[in-house]
T-cell receptor, first 117, second 115 residues
Framework: GAVVSQHPSRVICKSGTSVKIECRSLDFQATTMFWYRQFPKQSLMLMATSNEGSKATYEQGVEKDKFLINHASLTLSTLTVTSAHPEDSSFYIC?????????????FGPGTRLTVL | AQSVAQPEDQVNVAEGNPLTVKCTYSVSGNPYLFWYVQYPNRGLQFLLKYITGDNLVKGSYGFEAEFNKSQTSFHLKKPSALVSDSALYFCAVRDPPGGNTPLVFGKGTRLSVIA
């Protein structure tokens, strides 16, 4: 149980295009999902907290107009990188926390490697 | 604000020897502490967590961690390392434990187990 999927696993796009990454909780409902970004050999940096049915909360320094987050259902959150540039190339990882007070850990997707040419 | 420190970028250990990956934390209240492992180009896999109760927590793949409140540490340990344990290990904290607060991660420690 507690499986999180991400799609696509790898994407290469041209500069200026937009890329959408999907994060799904496959066997549980997640009121809250998180999006992280990881640079090579570095830790995960939280980008935003996504709550179902409401606007995402972005961390300081993260452009909300560039990284659009939608959490339309209890099992799906999407991250859209708009007008991507080479500096947006990174490993993006989503995480979901099951609804309910008993759960404290977050479950992570396998990640999406974005390369912007 | 909470924070986690992993003082070692790299830990090398011979196969069969015990391993320790260090983690210290800083929180305002009682922490929820976690260890995750990441293999190349993969997401994070949950290893274990400390919420309350026994200070020694046992997790997946033979790993365990000891919560030490006086030293604000949560070191990850395994009695006998395997080559397959070679990966990137992250310590994380959640404070306050309630609500929608996210996990905050340390910078990670790369473990290399040598045959």
């Amino acid at each position: 149980g507690a499986v999180v999927s991400q799609h696509p696993s790898r994407v290469i796009c041209k500069s200026g295009t937009s890329v959408k990454i999907e994060c799904r909780s496959l066997d549980f409902q997640a009121t809250t999902m998180f999006w992280y970004r990881q640079f090579p050999k570095q830790s995960l940096m939280l980008m935003a907290t996504s709550n179902e049915g409401s606007k995402a909360t972005y961390e300081q320094g993260v452009e909300k107009d560039k990284f659009l987050i939608n959490h339309a259902s209890l099992t799906l959150s999407t991250l859209t990188v708009t007008s991507a540039h080479p500096e947006d190339s990174s490993f993006y990882i989503c995480s979901a926390r099951p609804s309910g007070v008993l759960y404290n850990e977050q479950f992570f997707g396998p990640g999406t490697r974005l390369t912007v040419l | 604000a909470q924070s986690v420190a992993q003082p070692e970028d790299q830990v090398n250990v011979a196969e069969g020897n015990p391993l320790t990956v260090k983690c210290t934390y800083s929180v305002s209240g009682n922490p929820y502490l976690f260890w995750y492992v990441q293999y190349p180009n993969r997401g994070l896999q949950f290893l274990l967590k400390y919420i309350t109760g026994d200070n020694l927590v046992k997790g997946s793949y033979g790993f365990e961690a000891e919560f030490n409140k006086s030293q604000t540490s949560f070191h990850l340990k395994k009695p006998s390392a395997l080559v397959s344990d070679s990966a990137l290990y992250f310590c994380a904290v959640r404070d306050p434990p309630g609500g929608n607060t996210p996990l905050v991660f340390g910078k990670g420690t790369r473990l290399s187990v040598i045959a």
